[in-house]
């Protein structure tokens, strides 16, 4: 039994340790928009925008935002790092970088990334990256509005924010096993 509980316990530790960091990379093509579920448009209005993110998911809220010239804001300001590439002030490609000390991220039953020009056609992707994203890979976006515009801003929505504690989960769950040890004993003298 204390053998059958060590290695689950131990294998537990190894899964969580070992889990790799990823990188989704992203571009503005029909492919992506067939695998990430990409919705477009001509609005460049940021409340027109919101509007329409709003009536597709209704429970969505902006999590983050980086403006190309701009700082960062959101709830989760803190947990995400975008550099912008190319040039510093007509970017078209950009990385998402999940730096959270608390890991913190986005929740995602419903993930959503916006990525916005406003000035050229279409003016902003939005890509569902609900069932491909866990919140902490890094997102690489790459050839947006090549030689005619520039990435402005990109925005992460999410239903809200999500606090991971992973210590204190695996101290619980060691605890727990630790109680049904105990029982076990007792319940055999």
Known sequence: MKKCLFAMLAGLGVSVLAAPAQA????PTPTDCTLYSCVTG????ESDIRDIIESLY????ELYKQNVLGGEE??????YTT???NSSSDPEDADIVYDGD?????SCPTCLLLVKDGNHQPAWYLFDLS????????INLRGFWPDQGAISHVSLYGNDSTTVAEPQVLALLGMGLT?????????RK
């Open 74 to 79: 959101g709830d989760l300001a803190d947990s």
């Open 102 to 106: 608390e890991a913190e991220t986005a």
């Open 24 to 27: 989704l990379t992203i571009t």
């Open 58 to 61: 209704p429970d969505i809220n």
């Open 83 to 85: 550099t912008f590439t």
């Open 179 to 187: 109680a049904l040890v105990v029982v076990r004993r007792k319940a």
């Open 131 to 138: 069932s491909i994203w866990d919140g902490m890979e890094t």
């Open 42 to 45: 001509p609005e460049t209005a």
